[in-house]
């Protein structure tokens, strides 16, 4: 069964930065909408950034200015380039995607990963 690997998260200092990377384990036929999500001890999930496949993207209030998300379609691959990151970033980021498995799939399926953790602290 094909899920998104995440990587690149870690333990930075306020004000400092992180990039993100979520790519499909193995091949997929396509894929429609690419997102970060993040949750935090004793809160919900909530949407960081999405962006399509034509480019579009979406920014929690939380984020907008700070990170910015973008996608390599020939590698189906989506990165999340966060700056300026604080205490209050800190949380386990879930990548998210909507993919077709094959090219007689009738719906796209929303898959998650499994979660990279993203700590802010001195």
């Known amino acids: 069964q094909v899920q998104l690997v995440e990587s690149g998260g870690g333990l930075v200092q306020p004000g400092g930065s992180l990039r993100l990377s979520c790519a499909p384990s193995?091949?997929?036929?396509?894929?429609?909408?690419m997102g970060w999500y993040r949750q935090a001890p004793g809160k919900q999930r909530e949407l960081v950034a999405s962006?399509?496949?034509?480019?579009?993207?979406n920014y929690g209030d939380s984020v907008k200015g700070r990170f910015t998300i973008s996608r390599d379609n020939a590698k189906n691959t989506v990165f999340l380039q966060m700056s300026s990151l604080q205490p209050e970033d800190t949380a386990t980021y879930y990548c998210?995607?909507?993919?077709?498995?094959?090219?007689?799939?009738?719906?796209?399926?929303?898959?998650w990963g499994q979660g990279t953790q993203v700590t802010v602290s001195s």
């Open positions: 962006i399509t496949n034509s480019g579009r993207t």
């Open positions: 998210n995607a909507m993919m077709k498995m094959y090219s007689f799939s009738r719906y796209y399926s929303n898959s």
């Open positions: 193995g091949n997929v036929f396509s894929i429609d909408v």
